[in-house]
């Protein structure tokens, strides 16, 4: 588990030094980040969605499913009444909104999960975060969007990410047969966003400009992200008296650190990509301790 969590934290210092020798200068950060969000990843989308197996998420994860699209709803309400209470600016009230609301769960979450609970930790940590995709591709750029003038469904409307979904559904539900030479360069264009993705938080966090100014705004993001959400969702398991491997797998991935692609999607829609850069940076290495104590934490209650 941490050794996912280093190379994770290698990759995203990795983009910090590019941004410091100037090999990713500002414009670079925004083309990348556009490459990102509108090439590579709605190809990983629509290849995932395209061939991903909707018996066993009929039959074995609806939970699991539900919880992936319910819990980022309960972190993002977790994350506004924070903001609200320190008072924070619509760039940054956004930028903690959203990161509360989301985690990375696939390039962290279903690593942790198959080593601690194996195979069907494996099953049920996919199952959640093909639930989590719901929300993450409407939520987190109506969350953005409303600290850029107003145009919150516009973003979503035109995100590519979300059409690249969609389309792959819909290429699955009507069982239509996935080409060899649509597959290969789709395939190869998605393998890349995990690396650029964790690279572009790298370069988009500059923890050492303005440490004083993102401090409030910084406390709230890497507290609601880390502590208050997964407490707040095992609170809940707890009192609804749900238990076993998916209560524990919902709030493991619960505590991951932010999410990557909520992170990229910052620069794209106008919200703080400063605030958010350097807090998925402390994120991924505040993790190395939060993480192995919620796992102790749900081990010792289920």
């Not at 973003?155 to 389309?167: D, E, F, K, S, T």
Request: proline letters at 6%; hydrophobic letters at 60%; charged letters at 10%.
């Amino acid at each position: 588990m941490l050794q996912i969590l280093i190379e994770i934290a290698l990759l995203v210092a990795t983009g910090a030094v590019c941004r410091r020798l100037n090999v990713l200068n500002k414009a670079g950060v925004r083309q990348l980040s556009r490459l990102v969000l509108w090439i590579t990843l709605p190809a990983t989308l629509f290849i995932s969605a395209a061939q991903s197996d909707l018996a066993d998420l009929v039959t074995y994860g609806p939970v699991a499913f539900a919880a992936g699209a319910l819990v980022p709803l309960f972190g993002y309400a977790i994350g506004a009444l924070t903001a609200r209470l320190l008072g924070l600016g619509p760039p940054q009230a956004s930028v903690v909104r959203v990161n509360a609301a989301f985690s990375n769960t696939a390039f962290v979450g279903i690593p942790v999960c198959t080593a601690l609970w194996g195979p069907k930790g494996a099953l049920l940590a996919a199952l959640f975060d093909q639930g989590l995709n719901l929300p993450l591709f409407t939520l987190a750029p109506w969350g953005y969007g409303q600290s850029s003038n107003g145009q919150a469904w516009r973003q979503i409307l035109a995100a590519p990410m979300v059409w690249g979904l969609v389309l792959g559904i819909a290429w699955n539900v009507l069982g239509l047969e996935l080409w060899t030479w649509l597959e290969k360069p789709l395939g190869a264009l998605g393998s890349t966003t995990a690396p650029l993705s964790l690279m572009l938080v790298g370069a988009m966090a500059r923890p050492s400009h303005g440490e004083t100014r993102m401090a409030p705004s910084l406390a709230a993001y890497l507290g609601t992200r880390l502590i208050l959400v997964p407490a707040a969702v095992l609170v809940v398991m707890l009192a609804l008296g749900f238990g076993g491997l998916g209560a524990a797998v919902t709030v493991v991935m619960s505590a991951m650190p932010a999410s990557v692609i909520a992170t990229v999607m910052a620069e794209e829609y106008g919200a703080d990509a400063a605030l958010a850069g350097t807090g998925a940076f402390l994120s991924v290495l505040g993790s190395l301790l939060t993480i192995p104590l919620v796992a102790a934490a749900v081990n010792a209650l289920w």
